[in-house]
Structures are given as C-alpha cells and as structure tokens.
C-alpha cells in the first residue's frame, strides 16, 4: 500500500497554486503540510480525493494512477482515501446518526442497522460526542459539527485519512484531543495521515513528517527535529510564533 505524489501541478486561470509538489507518504506515518492561507494545502488535497483534476503529474495510489480516473471509478478510492474538510461538511437536514449511517451505507452496504447505530457511537465516542445522534447539525457547535464530520470520515475505516485543519477553530483542549486520535488512529490502525495546517505546535507534537508549502512549491522538508533547525526563512517564522505561544 503506497501514495504517491508526482509533479502536481493545479492553476486556476493564469495563477499558478501548485507547481510540480512531489511527495511520498509511508505506511502509517502521520505526515503535516504546513503553509500560510492560500498557499493551495486545499487545493493539494482535493486533488488526491479526486474533487479536483491535477493539469499536470500523477496520484499513484499502489502504482496505479488515478488522477485520470472517472467518478464512478473513484468510489473505491473515496472509502479507502478518507477526507476530514475543512469546513464540517455535514446535511444540514440530516441528523448526526442519518449523516454517519450515510456514507456507512454507501460502503458498507451489508451491515445491519443495529451495526450502524453501533459503528456510529463508537465514532462519536472517539470525538468526544456523546448524545448527538438525533440532532440536526445546526443544534451543534461549530467545532461540535467539526467533530461529527471528523467522525463521519473516519467511520468509513480508511487506509489514509486526510485531515484539512482538523483543529482550526477548536478549543486547546478539544484540540489536544483530536491530536491524540489522529496518533491513535495511525499508531493502532495503521492509518496514513496527511494533516493540512498551519499550526507548527501541532506538527511538533504529533508529526513523524513535515512539509512547508509555500508559493505552490515543497520549501521544507524533514522530522519534526530536523524541521527545527531549519534555516528556511518561513519554517524559523512558523518556529518563532510557536514560541510566542500563536498558532496563526
Ligand atoms: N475552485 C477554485 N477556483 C479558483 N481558485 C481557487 C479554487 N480553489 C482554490 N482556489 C485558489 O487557490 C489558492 C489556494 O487555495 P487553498 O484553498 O488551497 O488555500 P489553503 O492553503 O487551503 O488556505 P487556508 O489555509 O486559508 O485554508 C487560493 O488563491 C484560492 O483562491
Ligand atoms: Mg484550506
């Protein structure tokens, strides 16, 4: 099992976002990319998922292309290859439990309902939500809803979860917890992880890989050791605010 990247490359118009990013991921690593807003870490991961097209380079997902791939075709990559948005993607007029059951539904076809409801407080449990299943996610939260679309990926039991800013938003505490699981997830399932961010005090503590992103191309690249000794003006930058105690 491997994903790689090779040469992406993603314009919109005559901006250039991503300019030929290259990058492997190991199995069960937790891998952090790092870079200021706009940088295109959303764009990146879009296009592993497929909900963007690549202009250029190749997804190879164990040595199979499959940037090129049509919907249809990409339905097994979407169970394997699970994505955390950045904004809580939920139905609005679905229920928390409805929103899991969906996408279990979709790709576990087979499993009774009393297993869905199961799978689903399980998940929840995970997130630190409890008694939300019949709630519609307006009556959450905004990093409660954040939780439930966390949930609601990682319910599908992918190889590879990519994370977009999955503790932006979130209280230090709640964000505590959402780093653990992330290494819970990696160090007792084996799942992949790509986290996007741009919080380095993040990436410090869970990262085993970190990648700075910068005007669409891979300025640095190490261990989170490595990373701190880094002599790159945008990695001494991110260093400096962890120190001052911001994330931003
Ligand atoms: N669908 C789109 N059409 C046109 N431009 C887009 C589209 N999606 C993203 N962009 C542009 O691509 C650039 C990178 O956007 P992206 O959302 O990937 O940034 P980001 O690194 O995720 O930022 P943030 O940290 O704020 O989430 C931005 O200039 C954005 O305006
Ligand atoms: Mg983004």
């Known amino acids: 099992m491997s994903l790689e990247i090779v040469g992406l490359k993603k314009s919109f118009g005559t901006k250039v976002v991503l300019n030929k990013i290259s990058f492997g991921l ?49 339905f097994p990559i979407r169970k394997r290859c699970g994505m955390v948005f950045q904004q809580p993607a939920l139905f609005d007029s679905l229920t928390i439990y409805e929103n899991l059951a969906f996408g279990m539904r979709k790709h576990f076809p087979k499993l009774s309902e009393q297993e869905y409801r199961a799978r689903a407080e399980k998940y929840l449990q995970m997130v ?8 519609l996610p307006q009556q959450l939260s905004f990093g409660m809803q954040k939780r439930a679309s966390l949930a609601r990926t990682i319910a599908i039991e992918p190889e590879y979860l990519l994370y977009d800013e999955p503790t932006t938003g979130l209280d230090p505490v709640t964000t505590t917890a959402i780093n653990q699981l992330i290494q819970q997830l990696s160090r007792q399932l084996n799942v992949t992880s790509v986290v996007v961010s741009h ?30 000794t880094s002599e790159v003006p945008l990695v001494k930058e991110f260093l400096k605010e962890v120190l001052e105690g911001g994330s931003q």
């Open 26 to 74: 190991k199995k069960g690593e937790i891998l952090f990319i790092l870079g200021r807003s706009g940088t295109g870490k959303s764009v990146l991961l879009k296009n592993i998922v497929g909900l963007l097209k690549p202009d250029d380079g190749q997804i190879i997902l164990d040595e199979k292309e499959i940037s090129k791939l049509s919907e249809k075709e990409y």
């Open 128 to 135: 630190h939500l409890e008694n939300v299943e019949e709630k």
């Open 199 to 228: 919080d380095m005090k993040c990436a410090l503590d869970i990262a085993d890989r970190i990648i700075v992103l910068s005007e669409g191309a891979i300025v640095a690249e190490g261990t989170p050791s490595q990373l701190k």
